[in-house]
Every structure is written in structure tokens, then in C-alpha cells.
């Protein structure tokens, strides 16, 4: 009987502690119900409950820890996106026009949810947020981002770029320069970054001076500083440029004529103004070009005192001087003959050449036999595709939410919103002499500019 009741006070006690580790582990667990991944470059994981609440939040990088820490649970989605935004702005992770962020939701919450509140909680900072939304994520995009200490949403965005830089660089890029080189086209070398189509490496730093800078609140635009106020993003989506929404794309569609395959039964495919110069009219004709039957040029010497000499023309006579020539000149048949450069080569058909103007060929085009080629399809240059006859390159970007300012405020360079009435004096401050150099926490730093890699 003792042994009996030993058993069961173990079996109890085993299931007092299940009962602990699921009140105090799997509770918390179980209570998610959504999970967001976000990138700016700190890489950050939040799941919430069905509250929308904080369950918990992990740093996915180091730039990370400097702006989330477990201060964040417990709150909801809307404040604890307030605080990353201060945070990243603090840290300086994003530009002072604003911050692009790729963002993945899963579980209860919708895409459409979290992307009104980050660009809502990051307006009441003054910073427009562009929220990359991805929709999918797949094995390998978790696998890249494992290794690469970022979001999946991140890794997936990379994975979705058609670029000739090595992507792994990508993976310590900030969204921001990604999305840049996928909209441009264009990347910069190893150690520089893409902002605004230019290229940038930190080469050092240096005290600012002081000098004239917009008070706070205020812009400067043309020397001038207006007031500012936050941008205003609608729903509507639009492009830029040449280029036309399609489908939520933005579409630019370059056109050409489709151009003839050739092909030559005998002799050579050329354009004939490369062979026949003189006095063509259809110098761009693709003709096939037969010289198994051409002529040489003959020499003829221009007037009746030049003699052929090894044939070349002379001109001459000249005494001789003790019985030789001077300057070079040849001797024969007693008298002294001088190279003469008007000399002629003409063709059996009236084609004539000078040495002067070093053109004589070696066989007389006008005596060549020029044929049609026979068209046998067609084809488009590179990076072009065959449509309805026509040769089709389609080029396509991200389109973007169109902005838009309060009433009393203008947008400028799509980046600004200013009251154009209200305008007020600089003021005493910080700033940075140097054409290259940018004011950052009190620091003129200094970068070395390049024009960024077409792709």
C-alpha cells in the first residue's frame, strides 16, 4: 500500500507542473493569433493576440535590438508601431521625406489592417511610410532569412528582384535602396548605397558651422522657408512619367518595327552602301553581295608627261645632277621622275578612285553582283518581343498611393506639403559647408559620391 500511494504522489506532481509550464509557456502561445514580420533594416517579428495586443517581439538583427525590447508586450499594435517609429527615427534608420517598410501579416490580423496603422502611427511623426506588402512567403525565403538575420518579408522582397548585383549584398541593404535599385534599375558597387539615383560611402566626418536654417516646422524650398505639414496618402494608385497603371502595375510599353530575318542563296549579306559608295542612293539596302566575278581597278596616270614605274605614277622628266636624282626621286631612261599622289584607279563600269583619298579597293564594287535576299521571318532586337508584328519592350514599376496635401498646402516634389502664405525668416543653426556632407546628430558627415550601375 505505501508504494502505492509514493506512485501516485509522483503522478500528481508530474501533472502540477504540466499544469505550470502550460499556464506560464503555453498560454502565451496559444493566446497568438497573428504574426508580423517588418523590415526598414531592423528586423523585427511581432505576434499579437486576438486583441491585437503583444504577446511577444523579437529583434530579427542587431539593428533591431536598438528599437524594440520586451517594454513592447502587452501594448496594442497602434502603440507599439508609435514606438518603433520613434525609435528608427531617433537611430536614424530612415531620411527626414521618409521611411519604406516591407511588411508581412499572418493569422487573424489583414495586410490592409497593419499597413493603415504603420503608415497612420508614422504620419503622426511627420514621416510618410511606403509599406511593401508581401503576400507570400515561401520555405526558402525563411531559410535566406535565417541566415541572414532578417524578416522573411525582407528576404522574399529580395527574392522577388530581377537584378544583376549579387543579391546576398541586398540582404544588409536597407528596404528603402532596395526597392530604389528594383525601380531604377540601377545599383552602386560594394560599400555604396542608392538614394535618389546617386551612389554614397561615408568617408568621414567634421564639426558644422554655424549658419541660416529653417525653424522647425518649416522647409526650404529655393531659399525660401515655408511652412510644412505631413503628406496626405490616398488610396489611389498612380504612376510616373511615361508610365501607365495596369493591372496595380505600372506599365511603359516601347514600341519598334519588327525587323526581316535575311538569307543569301550566294555570296555575302551586307548593306550595299558598304561596298558601293559612289553616287548609291539605297546606301541601307540589305543586298546579297556575289564578287566571285569582280574586277581589279587599273591604274591610269593623269596626264601625258607621267610614266608607270613599277605601277605607280611618276612625273617627269627632270635632269639629273652628276648622273643621280636628288630628293628621292627615280631614275629612268636618263631622267629623274617624282611619285606622283594623282594618280587614278578606275573600274571597267566608270567607278575611279584616288590614292590621295586612300579608297582604291581591291576589287571594283560596280562590278560585284547585287541580289535580293530572301526574307525568311522576322526578329526584334534585344530585350524586345515579337507582338502583332511589332516589337514590344515592356518595362514595369511599383506603382505608387498618390499624394496629396490639406487644403491651404501645395505638394512639392511629390515630398513636401507647404503653406506657400506662410513663410517665415532662417534662423541660427547647424549646418554643413561641405557639397557632400549631411547634418546628422549634430555631425557634418561627409560622404564620396558616384553615379550609381545601369542593370
Known amino acids: 500500500?505505501?508504494?502505492?500511494?509514493?506512485?501516485?504522489?509522483?503522478a500528481v506532481?508530474?501533472?502540477l507542473i504540466g499544469l505550470i509550464l502550460f499556464l506560464f509557456f503555453g498560454k502565451n502561445k496559444n493566446n497568438i493569433v497573428s504574426t508580423i514580420t517588418l523590415d526598414i533594416n531592423p528586423s523585427v517579428e511581432l505576434n499579437l493576440d486576438k486583441e491585437n495586443k503583444i504577446v511577444n517581439v523579437k529583434a530579427l538583427n542587431d539593428d533591431a535590438k536598438k528599437i524594440v525590447s520586451d517594454k513592447l508586450v502587452g501594448k496594442f499594435l497602434d502603440d507599439a508601431i508609435t514606438c518603433i517609429a520613434e525609435k528608427v527615427i531617433e537611430e536614424d534608420y530612415i531620411n527626414d521625406t521618409g521611411a519604406t517598410i516591407v511588411m508581412h501579416a499572418e493569422g487573424k490580423i489583414k495586410s490592409t489592417q497593419v499597413d493603415e496603422v504603420i503608415k497612420r502611427e508614422f504620419s503622426k511623426k511627420n514621416i510618410h511610410a511606403e509599406v511593401i506588402v508581401v503576400n507570400s512567403i515561401t520555405k526558402e525565403d525563411k531559410k535566406l532569412a535565417e541566415k541572414y538575420n532578417v524578416s522573411p518579408a525582407?528576404?522574399?522582397?529580395i527574392n522577388s528582384l530581377d537584378a544583376k548585383e549579387n543579391k546576398e549584398e541586398l540582404f544588409s541593404k536597407?528596404?528603402?535602396e532596395i526597392k530604389e535599385i528594383k525601380d531604377t534599375n540601377q545599383y552602386c558597387e560594394k560599400g555604396y548605397t542608392?538614394?535618389?539615383g546617386i551612389c554614397y560611402k561615408q568617408v568621414g566626418e567634421e564639426e558644422p558651422s554655424l549658419g541660416n536654417v529653417c525653424p522647425e516646422g518649416y522647409?526650404?524650398?529655393?531659399?525660401?522657408?515655408?511652412?510644412?505639414?505631413?503628406?496626405?496618402?490616398t488610396s489611389n494608385l498612380v504612376c510616373r512619367g511615361e508610365f501607365v497603371l495596369e493591372d496595380g502595375k505600372c506599365v511603359d510599353k516601347e514600341i519598334k518595327d519588327k525587323l526581316p530575318i535575311y538569307e543569301c542563296t550566294s555570296g555575302e549579306l551586307g548593306k550595299k552602301g558598304d561596298y558601293y559608295t559612289i553616287g548609291i542612293k539605297d546606301a541601307e539596302k540589305m543586298v546579297c553581295v556575289d564578287k566571285s566575278n569582280a574586277k581589279k581597278p587599273t591604274l591610269r596616270?593623269?596626264?601625258?608627261?607621267?610614266?608607270?614605274i613599277n605601277g605607280e605614277c611618276y612625273v617627269g622628266p627632270a635632269p639629273t645632277i652628276n648622273g643621280g636624282c636628288p630628293n628621292g626621286d627615280t631614275l629612268s631612261g636618263g631622267g629623274c621622275y617624282s611619285k606622283d599622289n594623282g594618280d587614278q584607279w578606275v573600274c571597267p563600269n566608270g567607278g575611279i578612285y584616288h590614292v590621295s583619298q586612300n579608297a582604291v579597293p581591291d576589287l571594283c564594287p560596280d562590278t560585284f553582283k547585287y541580289t535580293d535576299p530572301k526574307i525568311t521571318g522576322y526578329k526584334c532586337e534585344d530585350g524586345y518581343t515579337l507582338e502583332n508584328d511589332k516589337c514590344i519592350k515592356i518595362t514595369t514599376q511599383d506603382a505608387e498611393f498618390e499624394r496629396t496635401c490639406k487644403d491651404g498646402y501645395t505638394l512639392v516634389n511629390n515630398s513636401k506639403c507647404i503653406n506657400k502664405n506662410n513663410t517665415k525668416p532662417y534662423k541660427k543653426g547647424d549646418v554643413c559647408s561641405g557639397e557632400n556632407a549631411r547634418l546628422i546628430n549634430n555631425k557634418c558627415?561627409?560622404?564620396?559620391?558616384?553615379e550609381p550601375i545601369k542593370n
Open 301 to 308: 596616270c593623269l596626264t601625258i608627261n607621267h610614266i608607270m
Open 154 to 157: 525582407k528576404a522574399a522582397y
Open 219 to 233: 522647409g526650404d524650398i529655393n531659399g525660401i522657408c515655408y511652412e510644412e505639414t505631413t503628406i496626405i496618402e
Open 194 to 196: 542608392l538614394e535618389h
Open 1 to 10: 500500500m505505501k508504494k502505492k500511494v509514493i506512485i501516485s504522489s509522483c
Open 445 to 450: 558627415i561627409i560622404y564620396d559620391i558616384k
Open 13 to 15: 506532481l508530474v501533472i
Open 174 to 176: 536597407s528596404v528603402a
